[in-house]
């Protein structure tokens, strides 16, 4: 049997393939349209607010970073360069002073010991912008400095692993000798 609504003609405006007999939706009384307007603009507000004040930090921050706290220890571009290459070696230094079981404990003493002469890094590159020798210096130190801390991290395994062997191939119960 077929459906009797089939045989009834479609009008062309009308939506869902309704006869066109139905009423219209009733229209959204005044007070209706001023609450959409109203949570409209409070959700679009609360969104631009949102993006304006995540802009304005991340433009403080890239553009207009904090001052140093302490003035760099050195006076030119030279004695900045000298400095940061001292505090690698005295980080190297320190990193291998130590019975450490792990390689965390070698990073910390290298990091802390080249820590508060590199926190002047910036101010060393703002000293030596006018020369392009010291900026590749400066590059040259900074690029010893990454693989002097790898350095430490791999020699911390691998002392490790040797102090274990060592430690399991003489016995933990030999006494020191005495004299």
């Known amino acids: ?3 009797e609504t089939e045989n009834v003609p ?3 405006g ?3 393939g309704s006869s066109g ?3 219209a939706p009733a229209r959204l009384g005044r007070a209706a349209r001023r609450g959409r307007r109203v949570g409209q603009f409070l959700y679009y507000a609360m969104v631009g607010a949102i993006a ?3 802009t304005a930090q991340i433009t403080r921050q890239v553009f207009f970073p904090p001052p140093a706290e302490v003035p760099p220890p050195f006076q ?3 004695a900045g360069l000298v400095a940061l290459f001292q505090a690698i070696e005295q980080g190297r ?3 291998e002073r130590g019975d450490d079981r792990d390689e965390e404990a070698a990073l910390v003493r290298y990091r802390e010991a080249v820590g508060p002469i590199w926190r002047h890094r910036d101010a060393v590159a703002a000293l030596c912008q006018v020369d392009p020798n010291a900026i590749g210096a400066l590059d040259a130190i900074e690029r010893l400095r990454y693989s002097e801390e790898h350095s430490v991290r791999h020699q911390a395994v691998e002392l490790t692993a040797l102090r274990r062997q060592v430690k399991e191939l003489v016995g933990m119960g ?3 000798a005495r004299r």
Do not use: T
């Open 1 to 3: 049997m077929a459906d």
């Open 10 to 12: 479609r009008s062309a």
């Open 14 to 16: 009308a939506p869902n």
């Open 21 to 23: 007999d139905e009423p």
């Open 52 to 54: 304006v004040a995540s």
């Open 76 to 78: 030119g571009c030279r």
């Open 93 to 95: 230094a320190a990193a």
């Open 174 to 176: 030999l006494e020191p």
